[in-house]
Each structure stands twice: as structure tokens, then as C-alpha cells.
């Protein structure tokens, strides 16, 4: 069955960076776009872009432009997402989803990222 | 502020039909197809409807979608205790060159 598991919960100080990983398994990794979505405490769902595994290519939001990083394991399938300068409004929940560009079939199961000095 | 308008809440009591809006623009709603995603208290989101009215394997058939213009809806008929949860619906945007998420619905199902 098609799985996304990923990474641990992060602390992070105001301006570091925060690396959060997704592990693919159950389908063909280089089929299907990953995207990543967050979620701040009592909001909806944001997308940050989405990464390609077959070419590594990314597209991003216009919010997160300069500030977040997609790149992609093919050997492990595993896609990670690195934001920067973080600031205590990225305190969130971020997911990886996967699916054709606007159709997010299966979660992982969100990692919480705190920023907090 | 999201793209999309939603109610922020709805209820029903078990058994009932509920219906929950999704307003949109011709950059969104209106030209592109509508998703729609349920997510459960302390989990990740699910989707739930694709392709306007579409269910995936395993979403019982009480789900169903539909749209009309620029708008569109999920409706939960027999509501029951378990459809406790919120509600977004979700579409491609060209305007954004991305998907965009409505602000959820909290369904109480009283």
C-alpha cells in the first residue's frame, strides 16, 4: 500500500533552518509529484510547492520563493523539504502528499515544526 | 485570507443531510476541477472527493460532490457521529500556478 512516512517532530531557533524528510514506498517514486503542505496551529492548509522525483524539478509558491528548498533521493525515495529564516509564523504542521499536480491522494503523517527561542 | 470561501462551521444531527459550500473564480473553481479533503481530529487530511464528484476506493457513497461555475459543494447525506471533522475543498489555481485550499469547514454533528 502506498505509504508516506516522515520525519520527526523539530525545535528550531528564530532564523535557523529546519530540514523535514518523507520516505515513499508502495508505488513507483518517480511517477508521482510530492508536494508539500502546512498547516499552522487552528488554520487551513497552505501548499509550499512540489517536487518532480523524476527530473527534481520544482515548482514553488510565490510565499515561500527564496526561502525553501525541494530536492529528492531517487535510491532511497525520499523527498525532502529545507525552509530557512524561520520566523515563529512557520510554527506548523508540515505534510508531503502525493499525487498528479492538484490531486493529493495519500499524506504522510505531518511532522510539527516549533520555532521558539 | 484563502482563495477559496468556506463556512467556517456547519452541524447536523445523525441522519441528516448536510451540505457545505465552496466559492471560487474563474482563475480556480471555474475552470479547473474541484478536490475535496476530510480531515479527522489530530490527523493528516484525506482526500475524500476528486474530480468534482469523483470518491476513492474505500469513501462511502453517503459523499458527494458537485460544482457550478464558479462554486462548488460536498454533501453528506445519513450524517454520522464519525463525519465529525473539517472539511476543505481544494482546486488548481492558474493564477497562483498551484493548488489552493479553502479555509475548512468544521462539521459538529450535534
Known amino acids: 500500500q502506498v505509504q508516506l512516512v516522515q520525519s520527526g517532530a523539530e525545535v528550531k531557533k528564530p532564523g535557523a533552518s529546519v530540514k523535514v524528510s518523507c520516505k515513499a514506498s508502495?508505488?513507483?517514486?518517480?511517477?508521482?509529484?510530492v508536494h508539500w503542505v502546512r498547516q499552522a496551529p487552528g488554520h487551513g492548509l497552505q501548499w509550499m510547492g512540489l517536487?518532480?522525483?523524476?527530473?527534481?524539478?520544482?515548482s514553488y509558491a510565490q510565499t515561500f520563493q527564496g526561502r525553501v528548498t525541494m530536492t529528492r533521493d531517487t535510491p532511497t525515495s525520499t523527498v525532502y523539504m529545507e525552509l530557512s529564516s524561520l520566523t515563529s509564523d512557520d510554527a506548523a504542521v508540515y505534510y508531503c502528499?502525493?499525487?498528479?499536480?492538484?490531486?493529493?491522494?495519500?499524506w504522510g503523517q505531518g511532522t510539527q515544526v516549533t520555532v521558539s527561542s | 485570507q484563502s482563495v477559496l470561501t468556506q463556512p467556517p462551521s456547519a452541524s447536523g444531527t445523525p441522519g441528516q443531510r448536510v451540505t457545505i459550500s465552496c466559492s471560487g473564480s474563474?482563475?480556480?473553481?471555474?475552470?479547473?476541477?474541484v478536490n475535496w479533503y476530510q480531515q479527522l481530529p489530530g490527523t493528516a487530511p484525506k482526500l475524500l472527493i476528486y474530480?468534482?464528484?469523483q470518491r476513492p476506493s474505500g469513501v462511502p457513497d453517503r459523499f458527494s460532490g458537485s460544482k457550478s461555475g464558479t462554486s462548488a459543494s460536498l454533501a453528506i447525506s445519513g450524517l454520522q457521529s464519525e463525519d465529525e471533522a473539517d472539511y476543505y475543498c481544494?482546486?488548481?489555481?492558474?493564477?497562483?500556478?498551484?493548488?489552493?485550499f479553502g479555509g475548512g469547514t468544521k462539521l459538529t454533528v450535534l
Open positions: 508502495g508505488y513507483t517514486f518517480t511517477s508521482y509529484y
Open positions: 474530480n468534482v464528484n
Open positions: 474563474t482563475s480556480n473553481i471555474g475552470s479547473e476541477t
Open positions: 517536487i518532480n522525483p523524476s527530473r527534481g524539478s520544482t
Open positions: 481544494a482546486t488548481w489555481d492558474d493564477s497562483l500556478n498551484g493548488p489552493v
Open positions: 502528499a502525493r499525487g498528479p499536480i492538484g490531486t493529493l491522494d495519500h
